[in-house]
């Protein structure tokens, strides 16, 4: 997307990748709803899983087919030019990803990737063990209220990507903290034997916080990149929020078995 798109639109942009992701990731809740993942423990997960690659598999076809990146890159570099958001290249300056970050802007990009690697922790620390905790603590279905959350995500996703461009992402991170927050807090006070539907404006309120994060932090980390230095900056980003994806259930699941799982949600 950043290799396509002009700074000013890469919000816009991740917004409508997050919500053709979300929605992905609603057709794997629909399949596990179908194959009744929640439901049985101990079910046959073959059928299940090749049905989720397949997917995953024609979205491939779909993108070597229909995206034209190189023609793409190239108008995007000159529309960049022309509007003044990156500079024409020169003798004294032959390449755009030359270009070395200033102390202030290094210091940026460092404590942009720490706040990606610890709300990923954060938010994964509870969205991998949900199923587990729903199942067996709440007494949930935890596939439909998951699609709650990616619904709610779905729908806030063009106009927090347009809310950034107005008031800047950075504000509008710290309200997605806030909501996601508040959201993970109410959600501690919710017991067994409490009706499912109380659930779903808790997870509504998770997601839409969640959207507002995602959209808007990984333009910031792009935005400190400089012509060809895009993909460099993107692969900052994925190790910070990768590497927290993989921390995050290992780490919680040492202190859940350490205070139990009821405690540390």
């Not at 570099?77 to 509007?83: D, G, K, P, T, V």
């Not at 949930?140 to 995500?153: E, P, V």
């Not at 800047?168 to 997605?176: E, M, P, S």
């Not at 927050?181 to 499912?196: E, K, L």
Request: proline share 4%; aromatic share 10%.
């Amino acid at each position: 997307m950043p290799d396509v798109t002009v700074k000013p639109l890469r919000s816009k942009g991740n917004a409508i990748i997050n919500l053709t992701g979300t929605a992905g990731g609603i057709l794997v809740l629909v399949l596990g709803m179908v194959f009744a993942t929640s439901k049985n423990k101990y079910m046959q997960y073959t059928p299940y899983v090749i049905a989720v690659t397949s997917i995953m598999l024609l979205g491939l076809i779909i993108f070597l087919l229909t995206v034209k990146e190189k023609k793409w890159a190239e108008e995007m570099a000159e529309e960049s030019i022309r509007l003044g958001i990156e500079e024409a290249p020169t003798e004294e300056n032959d390449s755009a990803d030359k270009r070395k970050l200033s102390v202030a802007e290094l210091k940026s990009l460092l404590l942009i990737l720490a706040s990606v690697a610890l709300w990923y922790i954060g938010y994964n620390s509870i969205t991998s063990k949900y199923s587990v905790y729903a199942t067996n603590i709440l007494g949930f279905d935890y596939n439909f209220t998951l699609i709650i959350a990616q619904a709610a995500a779905i729908v806030s996703y063009i106009p927090v990507g347009q809310i950034a461009s107005k008031v800047g992402r950075r504000k509008t991170i710290l309200a997605g903290i806030i909501m996601l927050a508040t959201a993970f807090f109410v959600g501690h006070f919710i017991n067994p034997g409490v009706p499912q539907a109380i659930m779903y404006p808790v997870f509504i309120l998770a997601g839409m916080g969640w959207a507002t994060i995602n959209v808007n932090s990984f333009p910031m980390v792009v935005e400190l990149a400089k012509g060809g230095d895009v993909g460099k900056y993107t692969g900052y980003y994925y190790t910070a929020s990768m590497a927290a994806q993989i921390v995050a259930p290992i780490l919680s699941g040492i202190l859940y078995d350490a205070f139990g799982m009821r405690i540390m949600f």
